[in-house]
């Protein structure tokens, strides 16, 4: 494990204001090595737009066989819980006249 992504040791219960403020500090290293966990995880803008594109790609696709057909991005792929170099979900449906 990277030291870097370290979790601070729980400070002892505070008792009073006086003691509060290790905490606080405690909050902020958690905080500190929580982003610099997980911000490297997420996708770029770049690898987001890649996978759109993509689906526009085989939405098309779709399209010369089923026209009223359509595809969709669900889960992780569209709700900002998706990590790099996960994939997509997506999924077909048909138009009912």
């Known amino acids: ?6 979790v601070p040791a729980l400070p002892s219960h505070p008792q009073g204001a006086a003691q509060s403020l ?6 902020t290293d958690l905080s ?9 995880l997420l996708p770029t ?4 737009a ?5 689906r526009g790609l085989i939405e098309r696709l779709i399209k010369t ?3 009223s057909s359509r595809l969709a991005s669900f889960g992780s792929s569209c ?4 990590l790099r170099n996960s994939g997509a979900r997506v999924s077909a449906f048909e138009a009912v006249a």
């Open 1 to 6: 494990m990277n030291p870097s992504y370290t």
């Open 22 to 27: 290790p905490y606080r500090q405690y909050l």
């Open 32 to 40: 500190t090595s929580l982003f610099s966990f997980v911000l490297p």
């Open 45 to 48: 803008a770049e690898e987001l």
């Open 50 to 54: 890649t996978k759109e594109e993509v």
């Open 65 to 67: 066989i089923e026209p």
């Open 79 to 82: 709700n900002s819980f998706g």
